[in-house]
């Protein structure tokens, strides 16, 4: 067949040429996958952190019994377990996000287990070890910011 001017390009130049337009449609294509699975994760850390219960007004800055720290500890726990869930559920596969979604899910894991660890420390009186573990929860949690930085870094 006549291809116009396209026929007077080697055919090696050819090969090279539809590889190369090949090679950047699938590149704007893993792009725009990212995107699209950056909205999807952001939109579900929004409507977790938008799940939070609210402190009532009257509520102290930390639970004033052993009992109430334990019930909250355990709480929040399940609020991290719950977030895991939904980034699970997402099913990301941007090669971008899905390594930074992980580390996330890690996180989120990591925070409910040491709240858990706070909760049973308590239960058992072990007030040296809710401590602890609180400490590390702390640590975990700080770990959040950066995270979430990296993440919108390439979400923007």
Do not use: M
């Amino acid at each position: 067949p006549d291809l116009g001017f396209i026929s007077a390009i080697p055919q090696p130049l050819r090969s090279l040429a539809l590889s190369s337009v090949l090679a950047l449609g699938s590149l704007g294509c893993a792009k725009f996958q990212t995107a699209r699975e950056c909205g999807t994760f952001v939109e579900a850390i929004r409507t977790w952190k938008g799940q939070a219960p609210k402190p009532a007004p009257s509520a102290a800055a930390s639970p004033t019994s052993p009992a109430a720290a334990s019930v909250e500890s355990l709480a929040l726990a399940a609020r991290y377990d719950d977030l895991a869930r939904r980034i699970d559920a997402l099913h990301l596969g941007s090669a971008e996000l899905v390594p930074r979604a992980a580390r996330y899910q890690k996180l989120s894991r990591e925070a409910s287990a040491a709240l858990r660890d706070v909760a049973e420390a308590v239960a058992k009186g072990d007030a040296e070890g809710a401590r602890k573990r609180r400490i590390q929860f702390d640590d975990i949690a700080r770990g959040e910011a950066p995270l979430v930085a990296d993440i919108n870094a390439i979400c923007r």
